[in-house]
């Protein structure tokens, strides 16, 4: 007995039951994430100029030593940053929604939007990120046609913040005070 699949145009899946077992395919699969909100970072990194990629899939690692790992796949900028020895790590917000937008369009100057310095290490950082994290890279892995890059967090440079900024169902999503559901304290 073959499992039914989705097309990528079918995201809500018409007919298929709550719980039933989909067939795996690379399609579904990002149907499926596609529902699973993340939070939006930029990385950079000097190799040997300024590059730099939107990333959604930034994950803590380690408390102790700090530590984070992102995935890249795909581009040339993609290559760049996953072979460079250290990046920078910028959590975004949605004050930052069109610098975002810049990283994530093909073919656009990414460095335009906002105000970018260079670290110690030469690595872009922008100016007014809510959280920038300068890392030393200590481990690449391939996974499929993807890269997992493993980070130490060397430095930790904090901004202003704004409302925080997810990536849902391909756009970008704010998250206000209205969107809570319940606080930590309430029990």
Sequence with gaps: MTAPT???????LPGAEP???????NELFRIAF????AGVAIVTAANPDPVG??????????ADPPALSF???GGRSAGRVAEADTVVVH????????TVTAYATTGTERFAEGTWEPAVTGEPVLKDAPWALRCKVIERVPVGSSILVAAEVLEILRGEHS?????HNRAFHRLTETSLIQSRDAG
């Design 91 to 98: 959590l975004m917000d949605a004050a930052h929604v069109d």
């Design 163 to 167: 409302e925080p900024l997810v990536y």
């Design 71 to 73: 995935s890249v796949s």
């Design 53 to 62: 990629i939107t990333a959604s899939s930034v994950a803590s690692v380690s």
């Design 34 to 37: 596609r529902h699973h909100p």
């Design 6 to 12: 989705a097309s990528a145009a079918d995201s809500t």
């Design 19 to 25: 719980q039933h077992p989909l067939h795996v395919t």
